[in-house]
């Protein structure tokens, strides 16, 4: 079997119209079983190299395979690809592809009015239906009127493009989603080449699953070519990013460079401590690849026993650092004080998740906030950071690895599963621009005691094992500031525990102003965000602009300390918006911190916000109209 | 810096107060360890304690060597994680009855199973000291305690037993007023590459004194123990007039009064790789059987530390030191031009 060739506009069969957009919203919605990420992922691929900026939005159950055809079986990934700077995957599809009624039920709620509706008609019969929860064949009942629906019979089409195969039923009948690829590929006017080229790679030892794919792929493609179906294509011209070198880029892909770099910038050997928890575990994938950077992963027996070995690790002059979602930072807890005591540089990684207790495991919340700061016993402070896009991730897990050694302390890194699994271009920084992260372990004997300190960083000697004349014992129990020695002297006790806080306190010192955006002088209203928030915010705050609606916005990644000019920034605003995907807490550690009253606006529903949901408070609270 | 030639006990006492109770087993134990680290031939520097929670996890401070006192249970994955980034130093953990089997134990079974190269020393005293005085993993049952005024119900775990079933290369016991056996077990385990798993038993004289006088008696311990020796026949008794024979499936003491005779018996192998008869020794307790002491398993397998060690290096073998730059630059990459055009 030949791969065909791709096709360009001039060779299309027939004439169609062309609309350029300069922005669509496309879901890919099925079954668990129906490959609907990888069909996201090829999509998004593509138009990442086709210049577009993009932002994804995969959403799928906790299991791995629900029941064929229910409700809770359903998986989606959602892109949005724009000619313009974007911020988020987009509040609702344009075009939702979905392949069976189950999908249909739960993702057309979202679709915009008028939209495009690809069905695969295959699956609409008594028992799928009725497992989805229709009681009537929404094909035939006149209820998808108010969009555009395409019914296609992907599965049979499939079949039919693989007559003569090879192929068992079962795989022929998994090739239907790249039908529905070829399908997105014809309408937004993308080329074939780099699915090509994936399926290739991907099946390079059963290179009949490669032909088969991309023979049902261009299947799709010819289908709207040659069907009367379509009368229009759409375009989506490149974006003028910045110029640079670009990637498509995960959150949790983007960790794993960032700390790859840290280790390289500081000379030390990475060491990751975890045990596997959605959605944290690609980072522990991530990074298992990548012994010829030095890094060592240990899969460990538990959560526990994770950050334990990180500690151990970090005590002996790794960079360490141990990664998990919000159950597993529970069971960490009392290591991370054990961190905080012995004063010893640890990242602690929490990509949360919905909750409490195992909650949503595969969707976002950000609740974990207080618990990433408050969420040990006694007087335990850490530094407490959160990245605010799937690229940011990068920057953040090299500063928390800065963090962390430059104060001897450990640091909780804070992102989430809409970070973590979503993506988006990333321009490659210049290493050589990356900040300083020199390391020096003691090495003197000569006036070396465990716990003198930096003066202005308050940091205690890093003196690893293996240092002669340097012996010393570490643990959890209270130490004798300077000489480290055990100690149950109140008054010591007492200087410690300020020691512990003013030394986190410190790092407020370094950090770089909260930035204003919009009306930097003050104004009527402030929209102040933190971790992946960022991206709706920004979008409604720009929109609410050019209604001409005085809003500025401001985004924290540092949670703990915040930067020293927050309270000046909040002073300027007449009101304050915090829009958080928990119920208030950076609301609640902002008004703990600063006179300011701030207005909470909590969603709790397991999924990012929609920029219009933002923008729909900024208006409520601005008046409602433009100035 | 090299060893210096004389490293002596007294190098390895630091100048902190010893806390234990007075009469307490671990000071034997500590003046044990203090006595055979100078022997071992081994820089200072490189030798670090790491420990838990509890009586015998004061251990470090009363070492003048690296020293970690962790949380309770932890200690064997901090060693983990610390002799997986530094391979070369050696990594002793002190710990207990309740750090290591009970809170601990998911730690303790996995260190074990993996064969990490530490040695672990388990103060087992068979009580809570540290928290004054409840049952722990190891108490017999009937045990009254605080915690159990009418006696324990639960069944006590073998130490021994756990850590033959996870596999472990190396199982050890001794007890702490028997210094030159103790010492001579530290040795060994100190020989050890894998896991070296040492079960000592140890007397709290405060909340369970003489738990192991039965064993440990002038008067009855020739009776009560027996000494597990490299290719020698399990022979025990006062006048060396019993043994334990390995009958059919079971093991049972004869009396050569009945006949038989040291060749009838048992010879200990501590190398033979099926562990069966090692567990079943293990298992050996009063009053139908002598308690075993000695090395029950000493294999050699491969440690967790040294394998992926050689996985780093055969990756770096086939693919060259990891460069930054390239891994920044993997994958699909495009470029915006300064005119905005994409390449």
Redesign the interface.
């Known amino acids: 079997m030949t791969l065909p060739t791709v096709e360009s506009d001039n060779r299309l069969s027939r004439e169609v119209e062309h609309e350029r957009l300069d922005d669509v919203v496309i879901r890919f919605a099925g079954d668990s079983g129906d490959g609907m990420q990888v069909t996201g992922s090829q999509f998004t691929n593509t138009s990442a190299l086709h210049g577009n900026d993009l932002a994804t939005f995969p959403d799928f159950p906790a299991e791995i395979r629900a029941p064929a055809g229910t409700l809770p079986g359903v998986s989606a990934f959602q892109v949005r690809i724009a000619d313009y700077d974007i911020h988020t995957p987009g509040d609702q599809p344009d075009v939702l592809v979905a392949m069976n009624p189950a999908a249909l039920a739960v993702n057309l709620q979202d679709l915009k009015p008028n939209g495009i509706l690809i069905v695969n008609t295959d699956e609409f019969e008594e028992r799928n239906l009725k497992k989805a929860g229709y009681a009537a064949n929404p094909l035939e009942d006149r209820s998808l009127e108010s969009y555009r629906v395409f019914q296609v019979p992907l599965a049979t089409l499939t079949r039919r493009a693989l007559e003569g195969s090879e192929l068992d039923a079962k795989s022929i009948e998994r090739c239907k989603n790249f039908f529905a690829l070829g399908m997105a590929y014809w309408l937004f006017s993308r080329p074939l080449e780099p699915t090509l080229r994936y399926l290739d790679k991907k099946f390079g030892a059963r290179p009949q699953l490669a032909d088969a794919n991309a023979v049902v792929m261009r299947a799709g493609w010819n289908y709207c070519d040659i069907t009367e179906a379509f009368h229009t294509r759409y375009e989506v011209e490149p974006a003028r990013l910045a110029p640079g070198v670009y990637r498509n880029i995960t959150g949790n892909a983007a960790l794993a460079l960032g700390f790859i770099a840290a280790s390289r910038k500081s000379g030390l050997p990475l060491f990751q401590g975890a045990y596997p928890i959605t959605p944290a575990s690609d980072l522990l994938h991530e990074l298992a690849q990548f012994r010829h950077f030095g890094v060592t992963t240990f899969q460990a027996e538990d959560e526990i026993a994770a950050i334990c070995a990180a500690i151990g690790a970090a005590f002996g002059g790794a960079l360490a650092i141990t990664s998990t979602s919000g159950p597993g930072m529970a069971l960490k807890g009392e290591a991370m004080g054990l961190a905080v005591m012995t004063e010893l540089p640890l990242v602690v990684v929490d990509i949360q998740r919905g909750g409490p207790s195992t909650g949503l495991p595969t969707k976002t919340e950000q609740a974990d906030l207080l618990q990433a700061i408050f969420g040990r016993n006694s007087e335990a402070p850490m530094p407490v950071i959160a990245a605010s896009s799937p690229a940011d991730c990068f920057e953040r897990a090299y500063e928390a690895c800065r963090i962390a050694v430059r104060h001897m302390t450990p640091v909780v890194l804070l992102s989430d599963g809409y970070l973590a699994n979503g993506s988006e271009p990333w321009r490659l920084p210049d290493l050589g621009a990356l900040a300083d992260l020199p390391v020096e372990f003691w090495s003197d004997p000569e006036g070396f005691a465990p716990f003198r300190r930096d003066p202005e960083s308050l940091a205690r000697p890093w003196a690893i094992p293996g240092t002669p004349g340097l012996e010393h014992r570490i643990g959890g129990l209270e130490k004798q500031d300077g000489s480290g020695n055990v100690s149950y002297d109140a008054a010591n006790h007492e200087r410690m525990v300020h020691t512990r806080a003013e030394k986190v306190a410190r790092v407020a010192r370094e950090l770089p102003p909260l930035e204003v955006h919009g009306e930097p002088e003050g104004g009527p209203l402030l929209v102040l965000g933190w971790g992946s928030t960022a991206g709706a915010i920004t979008g409604a705050v720009n929109l609410a602009r050019r209604e001409g609606l005085p809003v500025s916005r401001a985004h924290l990644h540092h949670l703990n300390p915040f930067p020293a000019n927050l309270g000046a920034v909040l002073d300027r605003f007449d009101q304050v918006l915090i829009p958080e995907l928990n119920l208030g807490q950076l609301a609640l550690l902002v008004q703990a911190r600063y006179p300011k009253r701030v207005v909470s606006f909590p969603k709790v529903q397991g999924k990012p916000f929609f920029r219009n949901e933002v923008l729909a408070k900024i208006r409520e609270l601005l008046g409602g109209g433009s100035r | 810096?090299s060893a210096p030639a004389t490293l002596t006990k007294k190098d390895f006492q630091?100048d902190?107060e010893v806390r234990w109770c007075p009469g307490c087993g671990d000071y034997a134990i500590l003046s044990a360890v203090q006595a055979v680290f100078p022997e071992l031939g081994i820089?200072?520097?490189?030798?670090?304690i790491?420990?838990g929670?509890g009586c015998s996890s004061r251990f470090?401070?009363y070492?003048?060597?690296?020293?970690?006192?962790?949380?309770h249970g932890?200690a064997p994955?901090?060693?983990?994680?610390?002799?997986?980034?530094?391979p070369?130093?050696e990594v002793w953990i002190a710990t207990g009855d309740g750090d290591a089997l009970s809170i601990g134990g998911?730690?303790l079974i996995?260190t074990l199973r993996r064969n990490v190269g530490v040695k672990i020393l388990l103060f087992n005293n068979r009580i809570y000291g540290l928290t004054k005085g409840q049952y722990s993993p190891t108490s017999e049952v009937g045990k009254r305690t605080k915690s159990t005024p009418y006696g324990s119900i639960d069944y006590p775990f073998n130490a021994l037993s756990v850590a033959i079933g996870t596999g472990a290369t190396f199982v050890a016991r001794s007890i702490d007023v028997f210094q030159a056996h103790l010492k001579e077990t530290l040795k060994a385990a100190a020989a050890h590459h894998g896991t070296a798993f040492v079960e000592i038993y140890q007397n709290c004289n405060i909340f369970n004194d003489k738990a192991f006088a039965h064993l440990t008696e002038k008067e009855v311990r020739d009776d009560a123990l027996v000494y597990l020796q490299h290719g020698r026949p399990l022979v025990f008794g006062k006048a060396k007039d019993r043994g334990v024979r390995l009958n059919g499936t079971e093991l049972e003491v004869v009396r050569f009064a009945d006949g038989f005779g040291p060749d009838d018996c048992l010879v200990w192998d501590e190398t033979r790789s099926n562990p069966a008869i090692a567990f079943m020794v293990a298992q050996m307790e009063p009053p139908r059987f002598p308690v075993p002491i000695g090395v029950l398993r000493r294999v050699e397998m491969p440690t967790f530390e040294s394998g992926?060690a050689a996985?780093?290096e055969?990756?770096?073998g086939?693919?060259?030191?990891?460069s930054?730059?390239k891994?920044?630059?993997?994958?699909?990459?495009?470029?915006?031009?300064?005119d905005?055009?994409?390449a």
């Open positions: 810096m630091t902190q820089p200072r520097e490189k030798f670090v790491v420990s929670i470090p401070y070492m003048n060597t690296y020293g970690f006192h962790t949380i932890r994955a901090v060693a983990t994680g610390l002799k997986l980034a530094r070369e130093l998911n730690h996995h992926v996985q780093t055969q990756e770096i086939r693919k060259g030191v990891g930054l730059d891994l920044l630059h993997s994958g699909d990459l495009w470029t915006v031009r300064p905005g055009s994409i």
